[in-house]
């Protein structure tokens, strides 16, 4: 009973001490909605508002994220991709950072280099598939701007 009861703890323990990182759930609706596009898409660019920021700190996905995030994507992009180059911008009064996960399951994320506090993240040969955009913060609190999606950066 004792030995049973030892290795039924010791395997609570491993579990719990296993649990998987918790990252980023792209399965959510968008908090600013979806758009299926294709390459030579218009209006170019396209401009959507958003509410930047979140409680989740972007730089535990790694490489070079940074910002506050949500944990649901602030928006989907479903490209049908051609022979255009595909940009992803933020415009706000305050820092934004972009955190993308694009089609081939890789995060890809800037901070400035747009200027100004601006993001911007392009895909000189972009991938057909789903893009899900987070539009990060510095500090705690959310900041108004725009996601600009483009194909002439």
Do not use: H
């Amino acid at each position: 009973m004792i030995k049973r009861l030892s290795a039924l703890a010791l395997a609570c323990a491993l579990t719990a001490t296993a649990a998987p990182a918790v990252a980023q759930d792209a399965s959510q609706p968008a908090n600013f909605g979806s758009r299926t596009l294709s390459a030579g898409f218009t209006p170019d660019p396209l401009s959507i508002s958003v509410t930047a920021g979140g409680s989740l700190d972007a730089s535990r996905l790694g490489g070079s994220c940074v910002g506050k995030i949500s944990n649901a994507p602030d928006f989907e992009l479903t490209y049908t991709a051609g022979g255009l180059p595909l940009a992803f911008r933020t415009r706000s009064g305050e820092d934004t950072t972009l955190v993308i996960n694009g089609p081939d399951g890789r995060w890809y994320c800037d901070d400035d280099s747009w200027g100004d506090g601006d993001a911007q993240v392009i895909f000189s040969s972009p991938q057909s598939g789903v893009y899900d955009v987070w539009i990060g913060t510095y500090g705690d609190s959310p900041a108004r701007g725009a996601l600009i999606l483009t194909e002439t950066p």
